[in-house]
C-alpha cells in the first residue's frame, strides 16, 4: 500500500489538472444545447480509463446521454468491483450567486470550486485516479474492475436503469462501490448503509363543477380545500407517527446498537437549525433528528393547490383541492405497498359529499447494507489507513434509486462511500470539494481494491 | 291603485323600448376605456327622472364614476322612500356564450335579454316607471321619494359608502328600498330579509428558511403544509360546526316560525346539485341547506398555497404554507370580532416548531330586517297586489356591504325586493329579466308608495 499512496501524493497536483480539464466540459445533461458537451465529457472520460490502463473503454449509447463502461478483468479468482458514478451536472451560472465561475474550477487552498467538484465528477476521478495508481505500480489490479459512469443521474437514470436490466450479466460484480453522498463531517470518513425510498402521489379532492360564490353557497356544500384538510390532518397522529394503516407493517427497526451508534455521532442541532432555518427541530416523538432523517419513514406534503392563490381576496368555495404527498420510505417498506395505503387512506377518510381521486407520480426502494457484509468489512479498514480515522456508519435520507437497481439485478452489496463534505452544496452555488478529502478518498478506494483482494 | 296599474299595464311597451335604449349603453364600471358611457348612463338616468316629475334630478360627483340622486318631497308629514340602485354593469362580449349581442338587448317573448337586465338597471326602471305612473295618474306622490343610484357596485361601492356617510341627513328616510336580489322563484314574490356578513383572513404558515429537500430533512422538521392542515382541520367539528371559540357567542338562532317558513319553500335538492355541480348538499348538522346557506355563519378556506403546485412531483418540505379563510356572518356577529378569533384560533393551535402569521383582508357586517316593522308589511301587501301571490321571506348567503352601511348612517329599514328569477345569470352570459317580472316589480313599487302612505 505504501508505494500506492506514495504513486497517488506524488501525482496530486497533475490529477487535479487532470479533474479540472474535464470540470471545464459544460456537461449539463436537463439543458438539450448541453447535449453534445455531455457526449464530450463521457468521451473525455473514455480516454482517460484507456490511458489508465483499463482494458476495455468504451461509450454504451442508451437513447439518452451515452454511459461509459470500462472493465479490467485480469484477477481470475478475484472479487469483482463495479464502480459507479455519474458525470453530468446540475445546470449553473455565476448570477446564482457563485463566488466564481462555477464552469473555470478553481483551487483556493484546500476547497476546489466548482460545478461537478462533488457530484459527481471529482469523486469519480478519484476512482480512475485510484485504479491509475495501483496498475501503475503494482502491473495489475487485485481485484477486477468495472466502471459504469452515466450521464442522466441528475435526470433521473431513466435509460441507465434500462442499461442495468438489459445488462445484467456484463455488470455482474460482487460488490458496487459509489461516491455520490456526503461524509458525516471533516475527519469522519463516512460508510453510507441506509437510503430512503419514496412513495410520492397526489391525492386530488373534486367538490362543486365550478368554483362557487362563497356568500350563495359557502356552508351548504362540501369545500373541497376544507375537506382536503382534514384528510390530511389524519396523516398523523398527535405523536407525529404516520397514521396509514398498516405504514409500519415492513419497518425494519433500528437495533440498539445501531442507536447507540447514531447517538455517538456528534449531531450539531443549532447547526442543524442553521442549514434548515427551521425554529426548531419536529418529528416523530421518541426518536432523534438523526434517527428521524435517516432510519424511519416519514410523510411530508410537498405541495398544496386550492382555489385562490393570488394577493388580496376572492370569496369563492373552490371546486377542487389537491395535495402532493410523498412517503420517504425505510428498508423493508415496500413503495408500491404504500402506495396503495396511501391510496386506500385518502378513499377511506374521504366524506361521500366529495369526489377523490389519486395519482401515481413515483416510487423508490430504500436501501439498507448488510453491514456485516464483508464488503463493509474492507471498505472500515480501507477507511481507516486512507483518513486515519475509524469509519463511521451514517445513512442518507433521501433516495438513490439506483442503488436499489444495483441491489436487485446484480444482488450485490452497494458500499457507498462519498468524500464530499455536508457543505459541499451539490445543486447549488459554490458547489465543492475538498482537495484533502479528493486525495483521501482516492487512497481509500485504492486500500479498498487490496483489502476486497483479501 | 287600479287607475295607476292600468297606467303601468299600458305603458309597458314604450317603457321597455326606453329601457332598452338605457340597456344599450355600455356602463361597465370596471373597464376606464367604458367611463364616459357610464357617465352618459347616469345622464340619461337623470334626464327621465326629471321628466318623470321628480322635483329634483341630478349628477352626484363621486371621485369616481358619478351618482345619480332625485328627490319628490311633496308630501310633507308622509313617510319618506329612498330608492337604492346602481346603473354599472359588469363587462360582457357575445364570445362569454351569450345567445345575443349583450349590449343589443332583445326581447323574446316574456324573456328580455341582455347585460343589466336584471342587474340592476332593469329594476331601477322599474323603480322609475312606478313613479312615474303614479305622479301621472294622481299628480303627486302619496310619500316623499328620494333616488340614490350609483355607477361603482360592480367594483365594491367605494366612493358610494363615502357619499352615503357624508350625506346622512340629505338621503334621511324612513325606508330604504332595494331590487337587487333575486326572488325565489317564479310566481314566489319575495322580501330578503337576511343578508350574511363577512371576515375574510390569510394564515400563513412559515417553517424552514428555504424549501428543503424531502429527503434529506423529511421527518426532521416541521413541515408547514402539514401543520397547516393540522391547524385548518380544527377550524370545524364533526358536526359541521365551526370550532373556533366564540363563534357562535353573537348568532342570532333561527326562531321556530321561521324555520318552519323555510321549510315551506318549495327547495328543490336536485336543482341546487345541478346549480352547484356538486355531489350532495353537506354542512351543519341539524339545519336544512337553505337555513345553512342563508340564515348560519359558516367557515370556507378560498385558497391553498404550498410548496410545488406544478404538474408532476418535486420532492421538498415547503418553507411555507398558506391560506385564504373566511367566515360568513349573521347577525348579530361583529365581523371584527370575528377576525379575533380568528387570529387567536391560529396562534393558538400552530405548534411552535412554525411561525405563524394572520392577514386581515376584509369584513363586511350581517343584515338582519326586522320584519315585523310596518314597511315589511306595507311591502308583503304591495307584492301580493302586484304579484297575485303572497310574498315569502328569503335571505342572501352573500353580503351587500352597502346596506349595512345604510342601516347604520340611516337608521331606516332595508327592503329588499327584487324581481329577478334564480336563473337571471348576472355577471355571466345571457342575463335576463322576465318582461312580466318587470310589470309586477313596477306594480309593486307603485302599489308600495301607497301602502307606505297608510
Known amino acids: 500500500m505504501k508505494h500506492i499512496f506514495k504513486h497517488i501524493d506524488q501525482n496530486l497536483d497533475s490529477r487535479l489538472e487532470q479533474l479540472c480539464e474535464w470540470l471545464r466540459i459544460e456537461s449539463v445533461s436537463g439543458d438539450p444545447a448541453h447535449a453534445e458537451d455531455c457526449r464530450t465529457a463521457a468521451r473525455w472520460l473514455v480516454d482517460r480509463l484507456a490511458e489508465a490502463g483499463m482494458q476495455k473503454a468504451e461509450l454504451v449509447e442508451t437513447g439518452g446521454h451515452p454511459a461509459v463502461y470500462a472493465e479490467w478483468l485480469g484477477a481470475p479468482g478475484k472479487p469483482t468491483v463495479l464502480l459507479y458514478g455519474h458525470y453530468d451536472v446540475q445546470p449553473a451560472e455565476k448570477s446564482d450567486g457563485w463566488s466564481t465561475e462555477p464552469f473555470e474550477p478553481v483551487i483556493q487552498g484546500d476547497l476546489m470550486l466548482g460545478r461537478g467538484t462533488a457530484d459527481d465528477k471529482g469523486q469519480v476521478h478519484a476512482h480512475l485516479a485510484a485504479v491509475e495508481s495501483v496498475l501503475k505500480v503494482r502491473g495489475s489490479l487485485p481485484v477486477n474492475v468495472k466502471f459504469i459512469v452515466e450521464g442522466e443521474e441528475e435526470g433521473g437514470s431513466e435509460h441507465t436503469e434500462a442499461l442495468i436490466r438489459d445488462n445484467g450479466e456484463r455488470l455482474a460484480c460482487d460488490v458496487v462501490v459509489i461516491s455520490d453522498s456526503p461524509m458525516f463531517g471533516e475527519g469522519y ?234 457543505d459541499q452544496n451539490i445543486h447549488g452555488p459554490n458547489e465543492n470539494l475538498r482537495v484533502s478529502n479528493y486525495h483521501r478518498g482516492t487512497r481509500a478506494i485504492a486500500a479498498l481494491f487490496v483489502e476486497l483482494a483479501g
Not at 212 to 219: N, P, W, Y
Not at 313 to 339: E, G
Request: hydrophobic letters at 40%; a negative charge; glycine letters at 10%.
Open 189 to 422: 470518513p463516512s460508510l453510507c448503509v441506509g437510503l430512503r425510498g419514496l412513495a410520492y402521489g397526489e391525492v386530488v379532492v373534486d367538490g362543486p363543477a365550478g368554483d362557487l360564490h362563497s356568500g350563495s353557497f359557502g356552508g351548504g356544500v362540501a369545500n373541497p380545500a376544507n375537506v382536503l384538510a382534514r384528510m390530511l390532518a389524519k396523516l398523523h397522529d398527535d405523536d407525529g407517527k404516520v397514521a396509514i394503516p398498516g405504514f409500519y407493517d415492513d419497518v425494519v427497526e433500528l437495533t440498539g446498537e445501531q442507536r447507540e451508534a447514531l447517538a455517538a455521532l456528534p449531531f450539531d442541532k443549532a447547526e442543524f437549525l442553521r442549514t434548515t432555518g427551521s425554529p426548531e427541530v419536529a418529528g416523530e416523538r421518541g426518536y432523534t433528528t438523526l434517527e428521524r432523517i435517516w432510519a424511519r419513514p416519514c410523510c411530508d406534503i410537498n405541495g398544496l393547490r386550492s382555489g385562490y392563490i393570488e394577493e388580496g381576496a376572492k370569496t369563492i368555495v373552490p371546486r377542487r383541492a389537491s395535495a402532493k404527498v410523498s412517503c420517504r420510505l425505510v428498508a423493508d417498506q415496500s413503495p408500491d405497498r404504500v402506495m396503495d395505503q396511501l391510496e386506500r387512506f385518502f378513499k377511506e377518510v374521504a366524506p361521500p359529499e366529495v369526489k377523490v381521486s389519486f395519482i401515481r407520480h413515483h416510487t423508490g426502494r430504500a436501501y439498507l447494507g448488510d453491514t456485516s457484509a464483508p464488503a463493509f468489512v474492507s471498505a472500515r479498514k480501507a477507511l481507516r489507513l486512507a483518513f486515519d480515522a475509524d469509519a463511521v456508519e451514517i445513512r442518507e435520507g433521501g433516495s438513490i434509486p439506483i442503488v436499489a437497481t444495483f441491489a436487485e439485478v446484480l444482488h450485490a452489496p452497494c458500499v457507498l462511500m462519498g468524500f464530499g463534505l455536508p
